[in-house]
């Protein structure tokens, strides 16, 4: 399995920016599938946005679609998500997750590599 580690969580105001990096380990990262999920207090983990071992594929929940972009840079093993017009409704630790698989995963149960998280809040 891979090692995940995310960074670049903070608190932000409302309608501020942040961007989330999570730094793979390993040699066979580009043939993982890559996502970022957020977990709330009280509440389920749920995905943010998914992309595929190539990163032509991505996926949102709509929730963050037109805010959010999620990216990946396999030369050094890192994705990233770039995270805009933030909403004190976004406040979540945000975790990376990782499968080894050219297929396109979209929920939390198709994952089995994990960080530890980053916690994100934003401030009204």
């Known amino acids: 399995q891979v090692q995940l580690v995310e960074s670049g969580g903070g608190l932000v105001q409302a309608g501020g920016s942040l961007r989330l990096t999570c730094a793979a380990s390993?040699?066979?990262?580009?043939?993982?599938?890559m996502g970022w999920f957020r977990q709330a207090p009280g509440k389920e983990r749920e995905t943010v946005a998914t992309i595929n071992w190539s990163g032509v594929i991505t996926y949102y929940i709509d929730s963050v679609k037109g805010r959010f972009t999620i990216s990946r840079d396999n030369a050094k093993n890192t994705v990233y998500l770039q995270m805009n017009s933030l909403k004190p409704e976004d406040t979540a630790i945000y975790y990376c997750?990782?499968?080894?698989?050219?297929?396109?995963?979209?929920?939390?149960?198709?994952?089995?590599?994990w960080g530890r998280g980053t916690q994100v809040t934003v401030s009204s």
């Open positions: 390993g040699r066979t990262f580009s043939t993982y599938a």
């Open positions: 997750a990782a499968k080894r698989t050219f297929g396109v995963l979209t929920t939390t149960t198709q994952y089995d590599s």
